[in-house]
């Protein structure tokens, strides 16, 4: 991939600037110290982080206390378990 002189990978970047539309972006990065901007089409944004199991929250008290991931999973599998109650009239 790094070999692509298409693909630009960054590490350890800041986005400091997003400009344009869908298809026709120009966006300004600050890595190592340098500033660069890029034309492009698509944004990818690869984070590398974990999900933090923590007991704050009330994450782990209550059912209706999901963490992102166990949302999408329970969205795709149509996993109901939950529901918020009735608004009142």
Do not use: C
Not at 26 to 31: D, G, I, L, S, Y
Not at 52 to 60: A, D, F, H, I, R
């Amino acid at each position: 991939m790094k070999a692509n002189s298409k693909i630009h990978v960054l590490t350890g970047a800041e986005i400091t600037k997003i400009d344009g539309f869908i298809g026709n972006y120009k966006t300004t990065v600050v890595a190592g110290g340098q500033e660069q901007q890029f034309s492009h089409g698509v944004v990818l944004v690869a984070t590398g982080a974990y999900e933090l199991e923590t007991k704050e929250y009330g994450y782990g008290t209550s059912e209706a206390i999901v963490a992102q991931r166990d949302l999408e999973r329970m969205i795709h599998d149509k996993d109901y378990k939950w529901a918020p109650p009735a608004a009142s009239s």
